[in-house]
């Protein structure tokens, strides 16, 4: 994890924050995780105890985080991994986020 030092609100931030950690099936085995990123969300796949899966398992649309997670730690979202009845019975993520426009 790499860590900065924002000088105008001296506050130390990490540039990645986990915003979704879900499972992605009924036994627990594999969580689906995606964090912010600096600002360019990447989402990943990992075994429950906390190691990468092998590259036999890749997991297709895992990688790119944008739309699965917020952008900013601030933002609230939810995520739902719905597994049957989805377009062609693919397994997906719902997810939301939402801010609220200050004038």
């Known amino acids: 994890m790499h860590w900065h030092f924002r000088a105008l609100d001296k506050k130390v ?3 990645n924050h986990i915003r979704v950690i879900q ?6 085995q594999k969580l689906y995780v995606c964090g912010t990123n600096a600002h360019n969300p990447k989402d ?3 075994n429950a105890n906390l190691t990468h899966l092998p590259r036999s398992q890749y997991v ?6 944008i739309g699965k997670c917020p952008y900013d ?8 991994y719905v597994e049957n009845g989805n377009p062609f019975g693919l397994p997906a993520l719902v997810s939301s986020t939402l801010k609220a426009e200050v004038e």
Request: with cysteine; hydrophobic share 35%; glycine share 16%.
């Open 13 to 15: 931030e990490c540039r």
């Open 23 to 28: 499972p992605m099936n009924f036994n627990g």
């Open 44 to 46: 990943y796949v990992i």
């Open 60 to 65: 297709p649309g895992v990688g790119l985080g």
């Open 73 to 80: 730690p601030a933002d609230n979202s939810t995520a739902v």
